[in-house]
């Protein structure tokens, strides 16, 4: 069964950091291209970042780009999303999915996890 189980959210003070991981099974995601997208209230989802497959490069949204780091650790089996300096509109619900192109739009992705939420409030 293949799936992807996100982790790692919580609540956390504006300033604070969070490391969000997405795991994988029933299959091994060296060969995807990952992307982290947020879902907050009324608001559509949004790319945050991605990774590719084939080289390792990385985007980013203008909004995150300095505070957010997506790697991948393909010996786990897992990309990570480091948030440092977290603001209070960085509260969302956040995704990550794989797909066959790393880019900040849902539509090349096939797979997504469930959700972990992220809440930055003082």
């Given at each position: 069964q293949l799936q992807l189980v996100e982790s790692g959210g919580g609540l956390v003070q504006p300033g604070g950091s969070l490391r969000l991981s997405c795991a994988a099974s029933g299959f091994t995601l060296d060969y995807y291209a990952i992307g982290w997208?947020?879902?907050?209230?009324?608001?559509?989802?949004?790319?945050?970042?991605?990774?590719?497959?084939?080289?390792?490069?990385?985007?980013?949204?203008?909004?995150?780009?300095?505070?957010?780091?997506?790697?991948?650790?393909?010996?786990?089996n897992t990309v990570?999303?480091?948030?440092?300096?977290l603001k209070p509109e960085d509260t969302a619900v956040y995704y990550c999915a794989t797909g066959r192109l790393a880019l900040l739009v849902p539509s090349p992705y096939d797979y997504w996890g469930q959700g972990t939420q992220v809440t930055v409030s003082s």
């Open positions: 997208f947020r879902q907050a209230p009324g608001k559509e989802r949004e790319g945050v970042s991605c990774i590719s497959s084939s080289d390792g490069s990385t985007y980013y949204a203008n909004s995150v780009k300095g505070r957010f780091t997506i790697s991948r650790d393909n010996a786990k990570y999303l480091q948030m440092n300096s």
